[in-house]
Structures are given as C-alpha cells and as structure tokens.
C-alpha cells in the first residue's frame, strides 16, 4: 500500500531534549516536506526536498533540522525543542512540484 | 509574496444547504498549481483536487465542483447539498513553478460544520 508512515505519532518531550521525529515514503517521491499545523495558522511549510541531499527551508524553518540521505526518508530534528514548538506535524511527499501531496497521519509533539 | 487567503475562518450549515468556501491567492508566476485539501475530524489530510494556471475550466465532481476565475485570483469549492460527513476544515494551496524545490503555500483553513 503506498503511504507516507510518521513515528511516533505523538509525544511529550520537555525543553531541550533533542528528538526526531521519522518520517518514510514508498512511492519512489523525489519531493517531500514538513509542516507544522496550528490553530488559525493553517498549514505552514517547516523544510522541503527536491531529491537526496537536496533540502531547502520553508516558511518556519528555525529551531528544525533535516536531513535527506535517503530518497525513502526524511527525518525531521530538533535539536533543542522550545515549548513554542509544540504543534501538529505532518511529513508529506509528491512526485513532482506539481504534483498533489500524500500526507504521513500526523504527529502530535507537546514540549513542556 | 506568494499568499493564499481563505478569509471565512467557520461556516456552519445545516444538511442539504449549498455552500461555497472562498480561496483567494497572490503570486507573480504565469505558471503555478491550485490544490484543496479535506482534514475530517480524524485529522488525516485528503487530497481533493489540483488545478494549474493555464486550465480555467471548472470542474465537477459528484457534489463537488470548483470554479477557478484568474481575473480576481481566486478558486472557490462549492458543495452542493451538503451532508455531515462534508463536516471538516478545508485548505486551500499554491504551489508555483518558480518554486520547483517543492514550495507550498497554504491558506489558513476554513473549518465547515454540517448540522443534521
């Protein structure tokens, strides 16, 4: 079944404890993207990448880290989570720019 | 600046109403796509449908149908007969071709109740 998978789906950290949070696609997507959902903010675009070790920042990049050494994975990192990073994150992947985005189900982080 | 505004934050109707969710977008390329999105209450994102700039046919489907008009900008979703299982928050977003990495812009959302 093709799906973009996210782990874990959710999880309460305290300020400054470095995590990852995974995210794996099986559709051979050059393309995929983090993003953080708040209320009232919508949709926001943390980092993208157009292909392995291709990566750009997005709209709401500081406090994050990526990294694509593979095509299937793209992990997202914080090094040192703040508790305005707490949010809703979704991975996602596309075939092309163009393309219509398959989203991972989503992780839901609290940082206290 | 690339910006999608979805300027009703809620609508609530009651089942079998029409309803229309507005989306408004800025962007300076001649090329670029327009998508919307479903997030039902479960929270998963769902594709609904992709549009690009030089295509301003309207396009139905089932109940479903968008109206893309570039002279103001904008690309509409209108339900029709709406039911509660249309019950969710809606986005709407642009992807443009100067922004081959991957750039998406989405609007804020509008989240749309259907009351039996």
């Known amino acids: 079944e093709a799906q973009v998978t996210q782990n874990p789906r959710y999880l309460i950290t305290v300020t400054g404890k470095k995590l990852t949070v995974t995210c794996s696609q099986n559709m051979n997507h050059e393309y995929m993207s983090w993003y953080r959902q708040d209320p009232g903010l919508g949709l926001r675009q943390i980092y993208y990448?157009?292909?392995?070790?291709?990566?750009d920042k997005g709209d709401v990049p500081e406090g994050y880290k990526v990294s694509r050494k593979e095509k299937r994975n793209f992990p997202l990192i914080l090094e040192s989570p703040s508790p305005n990073q707490t949010s809703l994150y979704f991975c996602a992947s596309s075939l092309s720019w163009s393309g219509e985005q398959f989203f991972g189900p989503g992780t839901r982080l609290t940082v206290l | 600046a690339q910006k999608v505004t979805q300027a009703q934050t809620e609508i609530s109707v009651v089942e079998k109403e029409d309803v229309t969710l507005d989306c408004v977008y800025e962007t300076r390329d001649t090329t670029y796509y327009l998508f919307w999105y479903k997030q039902p209450p479960s929270g998963e994102l769902v594709f609904l449908i992709r549009?690009?700039?030089?295509?301003?046919q309207n396009e139905i489907s089932g109940r479903y149908s968008w109206n893309f008009q570039k002279s103001t900008s904008s690309f509409n979703f209108t339900i029709t007969a709406s039911q509660v299982v249309d019950s969710a928050v809606y986005f709407c977003?642009?992807?443009?071709?100067?922004?081959?990495?991957?750039?998406?812009?989405f609007g804020q959302g509008t989240e749309l109740s259907v009351k039996p």
């Open positions: 549009r690009n700039s030089f295509d301003e």
């Open positions: 990448s157009m292909n392995v070790e291709v990566t």
């Open positions: 977003a642009l992807s443009e071709a100067s922004n081959q990495g991957g750039k998406l812009i």
